[in-house]
């Protein structure tokens, strides 16, 4: 009975250290983006704190930082992954993620919405939301990041 016990145990641990090491190694690609672009940013912005970051992946990558510059404005800021170029708004003047979520309520009527995030498309600041439909299928709801003006709609995926 002890070596059953022993063996369970042991067998339990290795489960349990193997799937924290999955764990670790599948978020660390998002933490180093984040850590790595708030560095960026607060090297070439006034960027104090940062409160939110967004990895949006269109037809380019851009990594997107929210937070208080040193007049305690809150600012978003676009980077594009390749090339390096920061956008900065003012998020005063742009839309809220529950805005943004709460226009995709009531356009698409999603069972449940996964995620939202900030990126580019042609040279326009966006909210991307994407959400499951009633039939489990996934969609994407993009709105222009500054009027909340519709811009394209994924259905169905």
């Known amino acids: 009975?002890?070596?059953v016990l022993i063996s369970l145990i042991?067998?339990?641990?290795?489960?349990?250290?193997?799937?924290s090491f999955l764990l670790y190694r599948s978020i660390q690609p998002h933490s180093r983006a984040r850590r790595d672009t708030i560095a960026f940013v607060s090297e070439?912005?006034?960027l104090q704190e940062a409160q939110d970051f967004f990895w949006y992946n269109g037809e380019e990558t851009f990594l997107t930082v929210t937070g208080i510059n040193e007049e305690g404005v809150e600012r978003i800021y676009i980077v594009q992954q390749d090339g390096g170029q920061i956008l900065s708004l003012s998020k005063e003047n742009?839309?809220?993620?529950?805005?943004?979520?709460?226009?995709?309520?009531?356009?698409?009527?999603?069972d449940r919405i996964l995620n939202?995030?900030?990126g580019m498309q042609d040279d326009t600041?966006?909210?991307e939301i994407s959400y499951r439909?009633?039939?489990n299928r996934l969609g994407y709801f993009i709105i222009d990041l500054r009027t909340g003006e519709w811009i394209r709609t994924i259905d169905n995926i």
């Open 1 to 3: 009975m002890k070596k």
């Open 10 to 19: 042991i067998v339990m641990s290795v489960i349990l250290a193997g799937g």
């Open 44 to 46: 070439r912005t006034s």
């Open 94 to 110: 742009t839309l809220s993620k529950e805005q943004a979520i709460q226009m995709t309520k009531e356009s698409r009527q999603p």
């Open 116 to 118: 939202a995030r900030i």
């Open 125 to 127: 600041p966006i909210w």
């Open 133 to 135: 439909n009633q039939n």
